[in-house]
């Protein structure tokens, strides 16, 4: 009886091995199949300060300095929300704030100057989940207009309010609005200036405005800020704030605003914020498409980016970058630009900060 037992249980020994051994085959064999299987972050966080002519020669090591130092103070905002817990939302709100609150980057604070020698903030915001999404454009008085854009998706009927009523929803949701001077930085206004100078030069028309909007020009600067975030529950969120581009006149409205083209989340497939030339990033709905190349392609996070950006909006003639997540917490920061200010932060805390292109 012993003898019968032990045989018993040799056998189920055997092939239990051999069941063991051909499962893993199976494993070994799907993941040759799929070299690129999604990556499963709990949470995960990106950001962008703007992407432009960022090039090493250009910049003093104490500014670089300054730059990732600013660049790692917002990224640690909303990655410390994300580990305690916090919804993507509040990550996106609360780093987008950090970077609107220094004189660095193009937006809050830093906005840049329009051809009256203004400053007209746009800024949106979007939920992956329940595809909400909020935005403001052409506002001179709101400190955090990331803030303002949340309010009108939140507290609001409406998507996109603007100029002075998009003000006084603000008032009535008892936003604090500011002097129109605490947006002024020296830096800023120079290179208005410097611009409104060459123009002078310019004999026509045409030339005149394409001028304004040249990024090869030695003052063109991108610097809008944007974040994408996906939190402990699976959802992405992803928003965007700027003062536009130097020199802009005629109450103009560029991408960062418009959902699809700026901003864009979808639980689906991925969020993006974009950031470049406005108007090419509006004509070819950069944000959308990325996601709808995933939806509606099959494509990956990162080959739907670079398609986008390499392919589609350079051969439209436009500049810029993206950064963006999926629903895994990959990661993609594509640009066709010098350089872009950007940053990842993964649920263990591995922090990548980049400016130049490589
Ligand atoms: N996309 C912004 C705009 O066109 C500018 C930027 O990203 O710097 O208003």
């Known amino acids: 009886m012993f003898r019968i037992l032990t045989f018993i249980t040799a056998l189920t020994l055997l092939f239990g091995c051999q069941e063991t051994q051909k499962s893993t085959e199976n494993q070994d064999s799907r993941s040759n199949e799929k070299p690129e299987a999604p990556i499963q972050q709990e949470f995960a966080i990106v950001i962008h300060g703007g992407a432009g002519t960022i090039k090493k020669e250009h910049m003093s090591d104490s500014l670089e300095t300054v730059y990732n130092a600013k660049l790692k103070e917002a990224i640690t905002t909303g990655h410390d929300i994300l580990k305690n817990g916090g919804t993507a939302l509040e990550a996106v709100t609360a780093t987008i704030n950090v970077m609107e609150d220094s004189p660095l980057f ?55 309010l603007s100029g002075k009523g998009a003000e006084t929803f603000a008032k009535g949701q008892g936003f604090e609005l500011v002097d129109p001077s605490y947006f002024y930085t020296e830096n800023r206004f120079q290179s208005l200036q410097r611009i409104k100078e060459k123009e002078k030069t310019e004999l026509d028309h045409d030339a005149k405005v394409s001028a304004s909007f040249d990024p090869s020009a030695k003052d063109y600067k991108f610097g809008t800020v944007g974040c994408v975030a996906l939190d402990k529950n699976g959802n992405l969120a992803a928003g965007t704030s700027t003062g536009g581009m130097t020199n802009k006149r005629w109450n103009r409205i560029g991408d960062s605003p418009i959902i699809g083209a700026g901003t864009y989340a979808n639980n689906a497939t991925c969020g993006v914020s974009s950031t470049g030339w406005g108007e090419y990033f509006i004509r070819g709905m950069v944000a959308h498409d990325i996601s709808a ?45 010098e350089g872009m200010y950007r940053a990842y932060m993964n649920d263990k805390g591995e922090l990548t900060i980049k400016m130049y292109k490589d």
């Open 106 to 160: 193009n937006a809050g604070k830093g906005a840049v100057f329009t051809n009256e020698e203004t400053n007209e903030m746009d800024a949106s915001i979007m939920e992956g989940e329940s595809l909400n999404a909020g935005a403001v454009a052409g506002v001179t008085r709101i400190k955090n207009p990331i803030n303002l854009a949340l309010a009108v998706m939140e507290d609001s009927p409406h998507v996109m």
């Open 293 to 337: 190349m995933i939806e509606y392609g099959g494509k990956t996070l990162q080959e739907a980016s670079q398609t986008v950006i390499q392919e589609k909006l350079s051969a439209l003639g436009g500049d810029g970058g993206i950064v963006a997540l999926d629903k895994y917490g990959n990661v993609s920061m594509e640009f066709n630009t």
